[in-house]
């Protein structure tokens, strides 16, 4: 998954993952209305988001905690 690049000045407070593979939520909409942040889109997947671990490490990093 290709994250955004953001800057120092412009680094987003939130960060969004979308799969593509949502049975639930359309992930161009979502996408979309979370452009501003640093966004995920994630090939394939499901609304449970059941590969949370394989992207476990780049979420606690965005968070800046030990992982």
Do not use: C
Not at 19 to 38: F, Y
Not at 39 to 47: A, T
Not at 51 to 66: E, I, K, T
């Amino acid at each position: 998954a290709a994250a955004r690049a953001a800057t120092a000045t412009t680094a987003p407070l939130m960060q969004t993952w979308v799969a593509q593979g949502d049975e639930v939520l359309d992930w161009r909409e979502m996408a979309e209305r979370h452009a501003a942040t640093e966004l995920h889109v994630l090939e394939g997947g499901d609304h449970a988001l059941s590969s949370f671990d394989d992207h476990r490490d780049a979420m606690l990093r965005f968070l800046r905690l030990p992982g």
